[in-house]
């Protein structure tokens, strides 16, 4: 029997998640938390093979960093990130930290229960990208990976000054690039941009950084 041990901060989701393992068939829950900070101990004192690590837990880490110490510490356990929000860094973040699939609740076209038998016969499940989002009269599609970076800043509340230092550019060329979003996404300003941009989760201020 897999081992497995599942961790969302949202009760509904674990309690979903939950079923899924035991309803599965070959698999075995052994853990199921909300928060991340308490994965160690639990693979400590028990056999984990396969980690459900949702990328929200009520901890003072997010699910990716936890991931990426317990791929360091368990070698061998298999980790799938899961998660409901579009966050745009959130692939490449879990990619970095070493887990083994991506999951995303909501869009994935894959039900979890493949996922897990996917990663647990040692192939990988991935999403092509992050899912687009409606931002404006455009959607994420259509901006570019420096305007995302760009955009970033903005949410966190950077002036242009700020983001200029940040990212190593010239102001006026962080200027460019803001009037190039503002264009492309039809908003006033850069508030309303970042409450919107913020408001449908594709970049969480601060949070993960």
């Given at each position: 029997?897999?081992?497995?041990?599942?961790?969302?901060?949202?009760?509904?989701?674990?309690?979903?998640?939950?079923?899924?393992?035991?309803?599965?068939?070959?698999?075995?829950?052994?853990?199921?938390?909300?928060?991340?900070?308490?994965?160690?101990?639990?693979?400590?004192?028990?056999?984990?093979?396969?980690?459900?690590?949702?990328v929200?837990?009520?901890?003072?880490?997010?699910?990716?960093?936890?991931?990426?110490?317990?791929?360091?510490?368990?070698?061998?356990?298999?980790?799938?990130?899961?998660?409901?929000?579009?966050?745009?860094?959130?692939?490449?973040?879990?990619?970095?930290?070493?887990?083994?699939?991506?999951?995303?609740?909501?869009?994935?076209?894959?039900?979890?229960?493949?996922?897990?038998?996917?990663?647990?016969?040692?192939?990988?499940?991935?999403?092509?990208?992050?899912?687009?989002?409606?931002?404006?009269?455009?959607?994420?599609?259509?901006?570019?990976?420096?305007?995302?970076?760009?955009?970033?800043?903005?949410?966190?509340?950077?002036?242009?000054?700020?983001?200029?230092?940040?990212?190593?550019?010239?102001?006026?060329?962080?200027?460019?690039?803001?009037?190039?979003?503002?264009?492309?996404t039809?908003?006033?300003?850069?508030?309303?941009?970042?409450?919107?941009?913020?408001?449908?989760?594709?970049?969480?201020?601060?949070l993960?950084?």
């Amino acid at each position: 029997m897999t081992k497995v041990l599942v961790i969302d901060d949202q009760r509904i989701a674990r309690e979903y998640m939950e079923n899924i393992v035991k309803n599965g068939g070959d698999y075995e829950l052994v853990g199921s938390l909300s928060k991340a900070d308490l994965a160690e101990t639990v693979c400590r004192r028990s056999r984990v093979d396969l980690l459900l690590m949702d990328v929200c837990t009520h901890s003072t880490k997010d699910g990716i960093d936890t991931a990426s110490e317990l791929r360091r510490q368990f070698p061998e356990l298999k980790i799938i990130v899961v998660t409901s929000m579009v966050e745009e860094s959130f692939i490449k973040r879990a990619r970095e930290a070493g887990a083994d699939s991506f999951w995303y609740k909501d869009v994935s076209p894959e039900d979890l229960l493949t996922v897990m038998d996917a990663t647990m016969q040692g192939r990988q499940i991935w999403p092509a990208e992050t899912p687009a989002v409606k931002i404006g009269i455009t959607t994420s599609n259509d901006l570019t990976e420096t305007e995302i970076k760009v955009l970033r800043l903005v949410c966190e509340g950077l002036e242009y000054s700020e983001i200029a230092e940040r990212l190593h550019y010239t102001k006026d060329n962080v200027k460019y690039h803001i009037r190039n979003i503002l264009q492309k996404t039809g908003y006033a300003n850069k508030t309303q941009l970042a409450i919107a941009v913020t408001g449908k989760q594709y970049i969480i201020p601060k949070l993960f950084d």
